[in-house]
């Protein structure tokens, strides 16, 4: 449906934003890239070139947890300083609200699976387990 020049859908979109380096987002990370209490750094995985995020300051770690499609409670979630993510080589975190999460936003990945693997390593150092898997 139009009105004007922008469609009722267009007028339902949260605007992009920057991300400050200063901000963190959250992911969700389910039991499986757990080993025991350790989480495992395969849990850092390219889904179509990134990762998918909620940026802080539209989403509490909880919803992030929530929103997981089935049994919220086998995922703990993650924490990542932007700024410390940004510092990895050939890494970006961009802002890409969709209409039902004005939180999503995505981790840019290097597409050489060389780069990928050393990628993980370095995002596991800076991950934070905000909250832990249920015992």
């Known amino acids: 449906m139009q ?25 969700r990370a389910h039991q499986m890239h757990f080993s025991g209490a350790d989480l495992k750094p395969g849990v850092f995985r390219a889904q179509q070139g990134s990762m998918s995020v909620n940026w802080n300051k539209y989403a509490s770690a909880e919803d992030t947890r929530q929103q997981a499609r089935k049994h919220p409670e086998q995922n703990a979630v993650i924490s990542l300083l932007v700024g410390g993510i940004r510092k990895i080589r050939d890494l970006d975190v961009k802002h890409t609200p969709d209409y039902s999460n004005r939180a999503h936003s995505e981790i840019i990945l290097p597409t050489n699976d060389e780069d990928l693997t050393e990628m993980r390593v370095m995002l596991h150092r800076l991950a934070i387990i905000v909250i832990p898997l249920a015992q």
């Open 3 to 27: 009105y004007g020049a922008c469609s009722v859908v267009d007028e339902l979109a949260f605007p992009i934003e920057e991300i400050p380096d200063a901000d963190a987002v959250f992911m």
